[in-house]
T-cell receptor, first 112, second 113 residues
Framework: QKEVEQNSGPLSVPEGAIASLNCTYSDRGSQSFFWYRQYSGKSPELIMSIYSNGDKEDGRFTAQLNKASQYVSLLIRDSQPSDSATYLCAVNVGGGADGLTFGKGTHLIIQP | DGGITQSPKYLFRKEGQNVTLSCEQNLNHDAMYWYRQDPGQGLRLIYYSQIVNDFQKGDIAEGYSVSREKKESFPLTVTSAQKNPTAFYLC????????????FGQGTRLTVV
């Protein structure tokens, strides 16, 4: 079974702090990893993509990938109330031909 | 503007009725997908298509059908065989399958009445 696991939360973080979201996956053949943000009632929007081990930074967001541990994370610095949403981890299990497999998402709440 | 357009935004289905959800993209992407999302749940893959005139079943294809006659279009039919169709349906596309990021339409919320 090809799985992508996330803690469903809610994860509550004070405004201005760092939010840390985690994701594990079961398929060692996975090559592409993505983080999406989804506001209630809306469709997912892409935040970050990462393909190789290490860190990738884009503004307040940093994605971290460790293929040996089958672990991908998203850090949000200087968290804002507008960051409150559900964050979905997506992985191309099966080497990519089968599309993306999504975790169930982590509900993040930024407290003013 | 480039993007993915789903219609309608809201759809109501009577028991035993087939309904078709539309998905059109002008991003020139080869791959297109249909996902289903239930409240508090992640996205589950219904069908996907890597090229025109070819498509594969995803994890929950029973009760659904698709076609891919044009690169730009990937309509989803929810048949009467789908016993619990009430959900949020999302269409997505990507340049070359799961290797690159997928972009989503605004979704169709289907309700059985």
């Amino acid at each position: 079974q090809k799985e992508v696991e996330q803690n469903s939360g809610p994860l509550s973080v004070p405004e201005g702090a760092i939010a840390s979201l985690n994701c594990t996956y079961s398929d060692r053949g996975s090559q592409s990893f993505f983080w999406y943000r989804q506001y209630s009632g809306k469709s997912p929007e892409l935040i970050m993509s990462i393909y190789s081990n290490g860190d990738k930074e884009d503004g307040r967001f940093t994605a971290q990938l460790n293929k040996a541990s089958q672990y991908v994370s998203l850090l949000i610095r200087d968290s804002q109330p507008s960051d409150s949403a559900t964050y979905l981890c997506a992985v191309n299990v099966g080497g990519g031909a089968d599309g993306l497999t999504f975790g169930k998402g982590t509900h993040l709440i930024i407290q003013p | 503007d480039g993007g993915i357009t789903q219609s309608p935004k809201y759809l109501f289905r009577k028991e035993g009725q087939n309904v078709t959800l539309s998905c059109e993209q002008n991003l020139n992407h080869d791959a297109m997908y249909w996902y289903r999302q239930d409240p508090g749940q992640g996205l589950r893959l219904i069908y996907y298509s890597q090229i025109v005139n070819d498509f594969q079943k995803g994890d929950i294809a029973e009760g659904y059908s698709v076609s891919r006659e044009k690169k730009e279009s990937f309509p989803l039919t929810v048949t009467s065989a789908q016993k619990n169709p009430t959900a949020f349906y999302l269409c997505a596309s990507s340049m070359d399958g799961g290797y690159t990021e997928a972009f989503f339409g605004q979704g169709t919320r289907l309700t059985v009445v």
